[in-house]
């Protein structure tokens, strides 16, 4: 996390429980989520082993059509996109599970209760080694959607990013209001930690396996090609004010 923030770190066993109880918790609870551009949920997922959990249910059912991403795939990217951090160990997607519910196959993901977005991070020396880490995964994962509030804080300051239903296209369309770092030198650090995604290495073959179930395999592929772009570069790219910005960007 960002130096000058003390914060305890998120134990093993949240990961593991949390996303068990997503996967086979009851929900007991359910409410329209009024924001968004898609069909999404407020849902209440009981497991007997632990308190309720809050959570966003995305069904497959509830995507308007995109001319560009085929229908019926964000919830897959969405998970992807999930699979993709939790290979590179940057655990800042909260816990996401592909399940049935009540209007059909979908994601599920906790629920963050955010205390502020990225329009009170931006500025702060403090948050910028994991808003590059933001950065760096929304270029290699070609997401085209990263609006101020999909990164948000929580209550002890951690940085959560949500909604990543339109990445993994095989036309580079990143769009994203983290500007801060364009054209700009990657961290050799964090081109350490991308190179594991490569197929040639065991963690990247095991996440390739996972997102050829998920995606198209030519996306698979055009993603490891973006990969291996940025690690020849080892920069950001330079973005067009003009294309490279999401449509209502706050």
């Known amino acids: 996390m960002p130096r000058g923030l003390k914060l305890k770190p998120v134990p093993a066993e949240f990961w593991t429980e949390t996303t068990e109880a997503l996967q086979n918790g009851r929900i007991t609870a359910i409410q329209p989520n009024p924001r968004g551009s898609n069909y999404t949920f407020f849902v209440r997922i009981s497991a007997d082993s632990r308190p309720p959990l809050l959570a966003v249910y995305k069904p497959r059912a ?13 919830y897959r990217r969405e998970y992807a996109a999930y699979l993709v951090s ?3 160990n940057w655990r800042f997607i909260p816990p996401t599970v592909i399940r049935d519910g009540p209007h059909g196959i979908g994601i599920v ?18 948050y910028l080694p994991h808003l590059e880490r933001v950065a760096l995964f929304d270029l290699i994962t070609n997401n085209a959607d990263r609006k101020a509030h999909h990164c948000l804080c929580d209550a002890e300051g951690r ?13 580079f369309k990143l769009r994203t209001v983290l500007w801060e770092f364009v054209d700009r030198p990657i961290s050799p650090r964090l081109l350490r930690e991308v190179a594991v995604l490569l197929p040639e290495h065991p963690v990247g073959a095991g996440l390739a396996d ?3 179930e ?37």
């Not at 993901?109 to 403090?126: K, V």
């Not at 940085?159 to 036309?171: E, K, R, S």
Request: glycine share 8%; aromatic share 12%; charged share 20%.
């Open 214 to 250: 998920l995606l198209d395999p030519a996306e698979v592929e055009v993603f490891h090609r973006r990969i291996r772009q940025v690690l020849k570069t080892g920069r950001f790219p330079r973005l067009d004010p003009y294309r490279n910005v999401p449509v209502g960007w706050w």
């Open 109 to 126: 993901q906790l629920f963050i209760q955010p205390t502020g977005t990225y329009m009170n991070l931006r500025g702060d020396p403090r």
């Open 86 to 88: 939790q290979a590179l």
């Open 62 to 74: 509830g995507e308007v059509p995109l001319w560009d991403f085929p229908d019926g795939t964000l």
């Open 159 to 171: 940085i959560w990013c949500i909604d990543h239903g339109l990445t993994f296209n095989v036309v």
């Open 210 to 212: 996972q997102l050829r």
